[in-house]
């Protein structure tokens, strides 16, 4: 069964920040360029991971996106989300990995927060 692909738009936002624009499914079969794409960033002190346009993910692209969470909080770096609807949103909450992540309605929302929270 093909699934939908998933494409990954790096750009740059502010000083220090990284966004990964995801369009498409996070998904098993999608993985390799999610996780190439986040581990590309590894120096980043921040990266914004915006999801508007993620209709859902399965349990391996959440795993995926948890993992490097753990990873980015274990480098003294941080990883935030944006844009998340609400049937992944609902996925975070029954699996109640939502408390690991900073998460933002907007990317535009997000940039604004963690620049402000950058300069404090």
């Known amino acids: 069964m093909a699934t939908d692909p998933l494409?990954?738009?790096p750009m740059s936002?502010?000083?220090g920040q990284r966004?990964?624009?995801?369009?498409?499914?996070?998904t098993?079969?999608?993985l390799p360029l999610f996780q190439n794409a986040i581990r590309r960033e590894e120096s980043a002190?921040?990266?914004?991971v915006d999801l508007s346009d993620v209709p859902y993910m399965d349990s391996s692209g959440l795993g995926s996106l948890v993992s490097a969470c753990v990873a980015r909080q274990?480098?003294?770096r941080r990883i935030a989300l944006s844009g998340v609807n609400e049937r992944v949103l609902?996925?975070?909450?029954?699996t109640r990995v939502e408390p690991l992540f900073?998460?933002?309605?907007?990317?535009?929302?997000?940039?604004?927060?963690?620049t402000t929270a950058a300069e404090a």
């Not at 624009?21 to 996070?26: E, F, I, K, Q, V």
């Not at 002190?45 to 914004?48: A, D, L, S, Y």
């Open 102 to 114: 900073l998460i933002f309605p907007t990317l535009d929302d997000a940039i604004t927060a963690l």
């Open 74 to 76: 274990k480098a003294t």
């Open 7 to 9: 494409t990954i738009e």
């Open 45 to 48: 002190p921040t990266v914004i």
């Open 90 to 94: 609902n996925l975070f909450e029954t």
């Open 13 to 15: 936002a502010l000083e």
């Open 19 to 26: 966004v990964l624009c995801l369009r498409g499914p996070l």
């Open 28 to 30: 098993l079969e999608n």
